[in-house]
T-cell receptor, first 111, second 115 residues
Framework: GEDVEQSLFLSVREGDSSVINCTYTDSSSTYLYWYKQEPGAGLQLLTYIFSNMDMKQDQRLTVLLNKKDKHLSLRIADTQTGDSAIYFCAEKKLSGGKLIFGQGTELSVKP | DTEVTQTPKHLVMGMTNKKSLKCEQHMGHRAMYWYKQKAKKPPELMFVYSYEKLSINESVPSRFSPECPNSSLLNLHLHALQPEDSALYLC??????????????FGPGTRLTVL
């Protein structure tokens, strides 16, 4: 199947770490992406990871990929109120190049 | 620069109107995309243009008509829409749709309301 699954909500306190999880089904996917969408805005590419990597770090963001379990996570260190948004996980299909999105995780950061 | 621009930002139209959404990118990307997004849902792919040719139409009703006048511009012509077509319409572009490393960059969207 083509399902990409995410939990719908996550609430954290400002300054804590947030971990957003995603599972996917297609082992032939080449790249996996994290997009951020603030209210009323478009999708902002946050980071991506190639399927033969297991970790990527970019400032406060850490992406972990467990290819065996088809599990992807995004860790945001020192979460700020400006990080409140919906986070979409997406996988790129090898053939056709379509992006398959998860349902999105709404991150709420409380002061 | 990874900017995709879209106009207008907001659009309200009646069911008998004809309007167009515009999208522009100057990154030299050769693929451009239209997505429809309902509130708090993931984007749904509508059309893909690859090297200015329509390569994917995800069974979109004919009241939506895409056009790619050149490699930098993408239009979506709207006619006889229904209230359920109200949504955020997102444009995206990517460098090479056939490439395994291709990454899509999204515009800010047009918020469409059909009365």
């Amino acid at each position: 199947g083509e399902d990409v699954e995410q939990s719908l909500f996550l609430s954290v306190r400002e300054g804590d770490s947030s971990v957003i999880n995603c599972t996917y089904t297609d082992s032939s996917s080449t790249y996996l992406y994290w997009y951020k969408q603030e209210p009323g805005a478009g999708l902002q590419l946050l980071t991506y990871i190639f399927s033969n990597m297991d970790m990527k770090q970019d400032q406060r963001l850490t992406v972990l990929l467990n290819k065996k379990d088809k599990h992807l996570s995004l860790r945001i260190a020192d979460t700020q109120t400006g990080d409140s948004a919906i986070y979409f996980c997406a996988e790129k299909k090898l053939s056709g190049g379509k992006l398959i999105f998860g349902q999105g995780t709404e991150l709420s950061v409380k002061p | 620069d990874t900017e995709v621009t879209q106009t207008p930002k907001h659009l309200v139209m009646g069911m008998t109107n004809k309007k167009s959404l515009k999208c522009e990118q100057h990154m030299g990307h050769r693929a451009m995309y239209w997505y429809k997004q309902k509130a708090k849902k993931p984007p749904e792919l509508m059309f893909v243009y690859s090297y200015e040719k329509l390569s994917i139409n995800e069974s979109v009703p004919s009241r939506f008509s895409p056009e790619c006048p050149n490699s930098s511009l993408l239009n979506l012509h709207l006619h006889a829409l229904q209230p359920e077509d109200s949504a955020l319409y997102l444009c995206a572009s990517s460098q090479d749709p056939a490439g395994d490393t291709d990454t899509q960059y999204f515009g800010p969207g047009t918020r469409l309301t059909v009365l």
